[in-house]
């Protein structure tokens, strides 16, 4: 899976580097991500939204799900976008001279310096709510400049996994919603307002979803006000961005569609109903995260403690954790792995792989079938390089691991493991 191998000394590897070679250069915990396989995803994306909307349509990279400057550089080098949420991704961003033009400037609580910041290099905003409209306009107002601008709709679409639900889904923090008019003030508000240049429409309707009827149902939802904008005010919204949450295999019972097959469904349904009601194709953007980076990162630990504990469970401790995946003590989220030493040994026994962070629930994997394991091995745990590094912390003062970049068989550390110092760096006496 992953396109993962056995090394001519039967260790697991990846991109023609032997897994154990790499942790005796850089050592546990370690997160490894495989810089062909981020290309690939992001050109399998391209190449679907070519085909169906040719020139009309971008893929932003949703930097959340991993955000570094490699990362961005290789997002800048692909041609894609960036989706940011925060100053600090901007930032990142930028430092890469990332093409502003293509960054869209994401979140419901975008704070005073963080709006300036995105005024002045001229990124697209998604404006949440009428606060920071306000607030936004005022900016501009300021600093005589003009803001090109979405609006987050809530489209009364939410789909986890294998369900989605039509309701009022007007309990969340994200956006302005469709059913009660909100939406629509927003835009006539946006269209009074001369430093705001409205551009287009946003939704996200959820993550690792599995099927494609609900971004149907969403591009139909957001095609249709779009159409009620135009009858009414006269007005033509140029760009339909539909989020991300393109699901991935984390295990073997995940069964994703292929991911062309999502853009497929949104092409047909954005075709009918275009052609149907006469409405102009607008620009299509699609802002996929973890189905970028997902499944090309791996995380490799070392293996300490083995608590067998007669009839109840048996625990083996790696030296790292929720402090650099938090995704099973937030979501119960589920992940495959291998001993590096022994990646197709008969797996014979059960075992909880544990953190060591001070806190029950610090769990990486519960009840995974492995081969009988041994102090001093090591832990593959896969399809890791989405919302790992990107949510990792210091808790219990761990230091955060390093992460490697494979490329052609070699490996390049795109960020330093943290030191000790790192981790008092910013701490003052009294
Ligand atoms: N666009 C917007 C507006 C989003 O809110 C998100 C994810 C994405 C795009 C990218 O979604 P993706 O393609 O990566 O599913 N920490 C959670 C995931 C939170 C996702 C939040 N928004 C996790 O570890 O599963």
Redesign the pocket.
């Known amino acids: 899976r992953y396109n993962l191998e056995i090394s001519p000394k039967g260790n697991l590897s990846w991109e023609g580097i032997d897994l154990l070679d790499l942790i005796g250069m850089y050592g546990t915990p370690l997160y490894v991500m495989n810089e062909r396989m981020i290309r690939e995803n992001i050109n399998r994306f391209k190449n679907a939204l070519q085909k169906y909307f040719g020139e009309n349509g971008l893929i932003i990279y949703?930097s959340?799900?991993f955000c570094t400057k490699a990362m961005c550089q290789i997002a800048k080098q692909e041609g894609i976008g960036l989706?940011v949420?925060s100053g600090g991704e901007l930032y990142t961003a930028l430092s890469v001279d990332f093409p502003t033009d293509k960054i869209f400037f994401?979140g419901n609580n975008k704070t005073y310096d963080e709006l300036e910041m995105a005024v002045e290099k001229e990124v697209k905003i998604?404006i949440d709510n009428f606060d920071e409209l306000e607030m936004l306009s005022l900016i501009c107002e300021t600093k005589a400049k003009r803001a090109d601008v979405l609006i987050?709709v809530k489209p009364g679409i939410e789909a986890h996994t294998h369900e989605f639900i039509r309701t009022g889904q007007i309990d969340s923090k994200?956006g302005v919603a469709l059913e009660n008019g909100e939406a629509f003030s927003m835009v006539k508000k946006i269209l009074e307002k001369k430093q705001l240049n409205l551009l287009g429409l946003?939704c996200?309707i959820?993550?690792?979803?599995f099927e494609t009827a609900p971004f149907k149902l969403a591009a139909r939802v957001m095609l249709e006000f779009i159409l009620k904008i135009k009858k009414e005010l006269g007005y033509e919204i140029e760009i339909l961005d539909l989020?991300?949450?393109?699901g991935i295999k984390y295990t073997a019972f995940d069964q994703p569609p292929q991911l062309e097959k999502f853009i497929e469904a949104i092409a047909e349904e954005v075709e009918e109903f275009c052609q149907q009601k006469g409405l102009k194709k607008p620009f299509i953007v699609l802002?996929?995260?973890?189905?970028?980076v997902?499944e090309a990162g791996i995380t490799l630990y070392t293996i300490g403690s083995i608590k067998e504990i007669p009839n109840v469970r048996n625990y083996a401790s790696v030296d790292g954790g929720m402090t650099d995946n938090p995704?099973y003590a937030?979501?119960q989220?589920k992940y495959d792995a291998y001993v590096v030493e022994n990646p197709l040994g008969e797996k014979t026994k059960v075992y909880t792989i544990a953190g060591r962070c001070c806190e029950s629930g610090d769990i990486l994997i519960k009840d995974i079938k492995l081969p009988e394991l041994k102090t001093g091995q090591h832990l593959a745990i896969l399809a890791t390089g989405?919302?790992n590094y990107s949510?990792s912390s210091n808790y219990n003062r761990f230091p955060r691991p390093a992460v490697v970049l494979l490329k052609d068989g070699q490996a390049k550390v795109i960020v330093k493991r943290e030191t000790y110092e790192d981790i008092v760096r910013n701490d003052l006496e009294i």
């Open positions: 949703a959340k799900a989706d949420v994401h998604v987050r994200f946003h996200h959820g993550s690792q979803i989020g991300g949450g393109f802002e996929p995260g973890r189905s970028i997902g995704r937030l979501y989220a989405a919302y949510m």
